[in-house]
């Protein structure tokens, strides 16, 4: 109606404007129309001349809508006035062979397009990969990922998956694929045939996306549905969950992310550990953290001499011996001269001075020797009880340890870290 408008009041429409209503038209359904908009534009040549963006959409257009005999001829005329193809009007010519199932045809054209100085960019090559998985044709999907690796393209992810999916479909390698789009794995999507499957990648790529947008509840949401259907997930996406739950102040999504990495035995890093018991630490929850630690332990993780201690000296200086004592317990392999001199500590927190010097006394019959930083929790211990002629005892001995030590040429890891935690530590 608009352009009827203007012709009628003598405003002349460019070939943009024919184009524009010509593209609509067809997208509306009335490719009839579009076509009489067409002519309306050739009929014209003396004011308003059709562009190789004009045939290119022409040309789609009659191919979109199984005219494809229009189509060519329309084409061979575009050719007969001089214009160049662009790689877009190539474009059109491979999409429309490949709906056609002219697979071998497209790289025809593809070399032809070469041949005229045009080199096929990345939305023609998305475009073919995408239609060459869908049809499982492979073989000139693998034409296409050479050409890409060579000028360096990459496909867009959905496109990606689809192509993926159709490789393991073939039993075919995707490594060809994985080169080309190394982009996805500098991204943590390494290729790993557990993780391979399209319904996996797809769960992935939901998290990571739930994640940028801290959708915490539909998180949790996902992750109760990924342990019911016991799907394993990327330890390392896990972790970076947990880290960022519990920066947001949601441990619960921490939590359910936690006991999920458990079902299905994937480990995390001890980081992820770190801030999901410090947050309920914090929180006084302390009777889940000697929970979360129990179930760790059992189900094999190994927290590590270090973060046991710092966990039995934060439950320590909040008066929990108890729980402090429990967590000390749960890992035979490490009771060391750190996590002794940790739990003493707590007892003495808690004001139970005979239980912090019976362990001493357990320490030192099994054969592990007390540190500085041992003796400095013990002396601080037993001065702030009272018992000055206990305290005193001990530091004759830290003195002669000392001593002794001078002629050592070198300390163990655990007596040196034992002296930095404790070493000036009081309480």
Known sequence: HLLAEMLRAG??????????????????????????VWEEMRSRRGKCRPTLVSYTACVKILFDAGRAAEGRRVFEEMV??????????????????????????T??????????????????????VKKCASAGETSVMTFILQHMKEKGIVLRRPVFLEALEALKASGESPN????????LASEGMEYDPTFSHLSCITDRSTI?????????????????????????????????????????????????????SLRVGSELDRSAYSCL?????????????????????????????????????????AGHSSYAAHIFGLSPADQNVITYTALMNAYFQAGEVDKALELFSQMITNEISASAGT?????????????????????????????HRQYRDKHSPEDSLCDHLFCGFHG
């Open 277 to 317: 018991l410090g947050q309920y630490i914090r929180n006084d929850s302390f009777d889940l953290v000697s929970k979360i630690v129990e179930r760790l332990i059992k189900h094999g993780c190994n927290l590590g001499a270090y973060l046991l201690s710092v966990l039995i000296l934060r439950l320590g200086s």
């Open 80 to 105: 007969a006035e001089g214009l160049r193809p662009s790689c877009t009007t190539y474009t059109v010519l491979i999409e429309h062979l490949a709906d056609a199932g002219k697979f071998q045809a």
């Open 176 to 183: 060809l694929l994985w080169e080309v789009n190394p982009h």
């Open 11 to 36: 405003v002349d429409p460019d070939a943009a404007t024919f184009t524009t209503v010509m593209h609509w038209l067809a997208r509306a359904g009335d490719v009839d129309a579009a076509m009489r």
């Open 107 to 128: 790289l025809q054209i593809m070399s032809d397009m070469q041949d005229a100085g045009v080199e096929p960019d990345k939305p023609l090559c998305n475009i073919l």
């Open 375 to 403: 003796y400095e929790v013990l002396i601080y211990g037993l001065q702030k009880a009272g018992r000055k002629q206990d305290s005193d005892r001990y530091r004759r001995e830290r003195m002669e340890m000392q001593w």
């Open 208 to 260: 990571i996306y739930l994640l940028a947008s801290r959708n915490w509840s539909a998180i949790e949401q996902m992750v109760n549905e990924l342990t019911t259907r016991n799907v394993k997930f990327e330890s390392h996406i896990l972790s970076d969950i947990i880290q960022a739950s519990c920066a947001n102040c949601r441990p619960s999504c921490g939590l359910t992310v936690l006991y999920y």
